[in-house]
């Protein structure tokens, strides 16, 4: 017998609450509704219904409910402020001055989490205005904010510009090098304004998506004024950052990148990639239809062998960046038998061609995952301050 997470259970609920629910019509309804929750636009449980009404849509529109999206977009950011914290207390120079206070590294923490829920309330109204035409055609998407009507185009691109502009405040006044920090963060701005297209470009969609999110590793990893790569003298932060390549005068480019900051955020990459991947197969078959891209249309039943090698492979990077950092058992036992283990039981038991199992596994399978890199980084940081 398969292993099933609670498929189709908001249908069965809706389903077991009206007894009327026999007719085709009946049926469908309640099937349009279940979709509705799977980030389909129209989630209005919970605390969403205590707003006001003409909030609601907006709250619809930035993927707050539930708050996985938040959670994605924040969880990078704080592993590199986390990981920061492990190369700042064992850099030689801590010897010299002390391990950094505590506090430093918990005000990075919530200045990255009011900075990630503006740019993740940015990046998913700026994601829906460009993908308006095609939301409208697919089933699950068709009742977001802007295809029904609740929310004008230019209403949209007011508040997604509004939003940035509140991310963009956080990264230049709470930032030790604010210039320096947006210059890590361009990247990262350019490529989420591109990713509603890279859905008409290309099958490698989630890699795209994997990208964006996991450069928040660099934008938290410069929170502390750490470079997580440099090309001196033309990139890094300011002459005050404690990591110098070039010395003064020296003409020559040097180019340095920090290990562990780069296997931790390939391994983000992959992990984005593994449940998006899964997100996407909800839409699969409209996918297909419209000629939308991702790799569920790409690998379509071939996809678990797909993930599979994923996962591996980001084991693979997380351990490379626990050796390279020089980090303790405890981060390798909670960091990377944690993802082994849900991630395996997410690619295990999802069942690909049912909207409701992707949808459950996609909201409830990243958080042990998340939850289990930033343990092992939180308890190597805490080992090491004090040792």
């Not at 309330?121 to 904010?145: E, F, G, S």
């Not at 992707?358 to 343990?375: E, K, Q, T």
Request: hydrophobic content about 50%.
């Amino acid at each position: 017998m398969k292993q099933h997470a609670p498929v189709g259970a908001v249908t069965a609920e809706l389903r077991s609450r009206s007894p009327n629910v026999n007719t085709k019509s009946d049926q469908a309804d309640a099937a349009d509704t279940a979709l509705s929750q799977q980030y389909g636009g129209r989630h209005v449980g919970g605390w969403v219904s205590h707003l006001p009404a003409s909030w609601v849509p907006f709250v619809q529109l930035a993927r707050l409910s539930p708050p996985a999206a938040l959670a994605l977009i924040y969880f990078p950011h704080l592993f590199g402020a986390l990981l920061s914290a492990i190369t700042y207390n064992s850099d030689s120079k801590s010897a010299t001055h002390g391990p950094a206070p505590a506090f430093i590294f918990l005000r990075a923490s919530a200045v990255l989490l009011l900075g990630s829920f503006f740019f993740s309330n940015a990046a998913h109204a700026w994601n829906d205005l460009i993908d308006a035409p095609l939301d409208a055609q697919v089933a699950r998407t068709r009742k977001r904010p802007i295809p029904r009507g609740a929310i004008t185009p230019r209403a949209a691109f007011v508040f997604a510009a509004t939003q940035a502009v509140c991310a963009a405040g956080v990264l230049l006044f709470a930032f030790p090098d604010p210039v320096g920090a947006a210059c890590y963060a361009l990247p990262n701005v350019l490529a989420t304004a591109y990713y509603p297209w890279a859905k008409r470009h290309t099958n490698l969609v989630q890699l795209v998506l994997g990208f964006c999110l996991a450069w928040g590793i660099v934008v938290g990893f410069t929170t502390v004024g750490l470079e997580p790569f440099t090309w001196r003298p033309y990139f890094g932060l300011g002459a005050d950052a404690r990591r110098e390549v070039a010395g003064d005068g020296n003409p020559i480019p040097s180019l340095r990148v920090d290990v562990p900051a780069a296997c931790l955020l390939l391994a983000c990459v992959l992990w984005t990639t593994i449940y998006d991947t899964i997100y996407a197969h909800q839409d699969r078959k409209d996918d297909t239809k419209l000629g939308i891209r991702s790799m569920a249309v790409l690998y379509g039943d071939r996809t678990k062998p797909v993930l599979w090698l994923a996962l591996f492979c980001m084991l693979g990077l997380l351990a490379g960046c626990g050796a390279a950092a020089g980090m303790a058992w405890p981060y390798f036992g909670i960091s990377l038998a944690g993802c082994a283990l849900s991630l395996g039981a997410m690619i295990a038991s999802v069942e690909l061609a049912d909207a409701a199992s992707c949808w459950w596994w996609f909201r409830y399978g990243f958080w042990l995952a998340g939850s289990s890199i930033a343990g092992g980084l939180a308890v190597d940081s805490v080992e090491i301050r004090v040792k």
